[in-house]
């Protein structure tokens, strides 16, 4: 059986009376938890939050359009899809679970988000148990998403993007990952890391903390 999937930017929610595949924009100032080059405030990122927010009634009415059209699998793409809603760099559960109700509830029949980043699932693994108990009631026997493990080296992540490990340190970078894969296992997660090479400052060690930890993550199904 053939599925199509439409992909819908959390951030940019598109009114168009016509299904079709959402271009995807990412923008600077979405990447305020990772990059050292994004200098937005966290204020700002804020705004964006709530903004999201109040386009939950603008993403259901796109949703609509796509299930009216035949498609019934809806992925939605934003860097932190399980972010949706929040105020700071953990999981809003209400405003997350509001989300994927709603999505269901216009018709969808498959629910699917593209990014998602590493620190809630060690930080909030209750949410993240809490949630895949919904999604199986859903019929999603598996479900998944693509975080960026980006490198082991904590020093890379204080230079270059110390605000992705948060609520955690830089220090802790390696072994949050570790816990992340470990829960995304015991909740049938598959993860598609990805990994990023040549950072600024990287070195030898760098490389090879890398190598060790890759190897570590080698036990658990993901990519």
């Known amino acids: 059986m053939e599925v199509e999937i439409v992909f819908l930017n959390l951030r940019a929610s598109v009114r168009s009376p016509f299904p079709g595949i959402k271009p995807l924009e990412e923008k600077d100032k979405i990447l305020i938890r990772f990059c050292k080059t994004m200098n937005q405030s966290l204020e700002e990122d804020k705004t964006i939050n709530e903004d999201s927010i109040n386009k939950l009634e603008k993403i259901v009415e796109d949703i609509k359009v796509h299930v009216n059209a035949g498609?019934?699998?809806?992925t939605f793409h934003s860097d932190d899809a399980l972010r949706y809603g929040s105020k700071n760099f953990?999981?809003?559960e209400d405003a997350l679970m509001n989300l994927y109700k709603a999505a269901f509830e216009a018709g969808a029949k498959e629910v699917y988000i593209t990014h998602a980043t590493l620190a809630p699932f060690a930080y909030q693994p209750d949410v993240i148990e809490r949630l895949t108990k919904f999604l199986r009631r859903k019929g999603h026997k598996y479900y998944g998403c693509q975080p960026g493990i980006?490198?082991?080296?904590?020093?890379?992540i204080r230079?270059?993007?110390?605000g992705k490990p948060l609520p955690y340190k830089p220090e802790e970078w390696s072994d949050m990952i570790k816990e992340a894969y470990k829960?995304?296992?015991q909740n049938r997660?598959?993860?598609?890391g990805t990994l990023m090479q040549g950072l600024p400052g990287e070195e030898k060690e760098d490389v090879l903390e890398t190598i060790e930890l890759i190897k570590a993550l080698d036990k658990y199904p993901s990519l």
């Open 189 to 192: 997660w598959v993860s598609v």
């Open 150 to 156: 980006e490198t082991a080296s904590s020093k890379l």
């Open 183 to 185: 829960v995304m296992t």
């Open 159 to 162: 230079m270059h993007m110390r």
């Open 90 to 92: 953990l999981i809003d």
């Open 71 to 74: 498609i019934k699998a809806i």
